[in-house]
């Protein structure tokens, strides 16, 4: 088995870089920042203010995570819901954000993701597991691209998936969010130290897939 981190900024690609290579190399994709979404969500639709680290911790007993893999594809349940694309809309990507920099929420969720890379080959992507989640990773990647090219991305992803997005207040709140990662006390949005940076700004998908592949391969000689 080997384990694959991805971490990097929102709308730098890398949900759909690791689910492609994922399913190429034929190990288990999981999406870390779905779990964190969900939380977001939860509180949200609670009416509670994802900042409030007491009030979210309050809650974390009610609420079950659950990732299935279901034909290949990974699923984020919240109490046996399927939650689908109701956590991709920018202001659940804001209140990710917010609770992912709660100690509480970060231990709450810790388990889930290391339980799967005990039983599984993985590609992780999120914002600390090279650091945190998966430090004995044996491949660590850290990718990014330019603010505009990301608002870009992440505008047609909405759109594509029929939520309306207007592409400044994206950037806008990209920016914002970019700051709260990299500034929070509790592991940070940063690259671990023997993480591979990787620009992406330039490339189409399949170029970025191909040279993620190359990296993998590189340093993971039983990879096909």
Partial sequence: MYQIAID???????????????????????????LYRTVGYYVT????DPKNAEAVSA?????????????????????????????R???ISMAASAVSAIPAVRAFLLETQK?????????MDGRDIGTVILPEADV????????EARAKRRTKELAEKGIAADY???????????????????????PAEDAVMFDNSELTVE?????????????????R
């Fill in 8 to 34: 990097g900024p929102s709308g730098a690609g890398k949900s759909s870089l690791a689910k492609a290579a994922a399913a190429r190399l034929g190990i288990v994709y999981v999406d870390t920042g779905a």
């Fill in 45 to 48: 639709t609670k009416g509670i």
């Fill in 59 to 87: 809650v974390l007993p009610e609420i079950h995570v659950e990732l299935k893999f279901e034909n290949g594809t990974q699923y984020v349940y919240l109490n046996g819901e399927n939650l689908g694309d109701k956590i």
């Fill in 89 to 91: 809309r920018p202001e």
């Fill in 115 to 123: 339980s799967i890379a005990r039983t599984h080959s993985v590609i």
């Fill in 140 to 147: 660590k990647i850290f990718l990014f691209a330019s603010d």
């Fill in 168 to 190: 400044n207040d994206v950037l806008r709140e990209m920016r914002e969010r970019d700051a709260q990662d990299r500034n929070r006390d509790v592991a940070p949005a940063i």
């Fill in 207 to 223: 170029e970025s897939i191909e040279r993620l592949l190359e990296i993998v391969r590189e340093r993971v000689p039983s990879a």
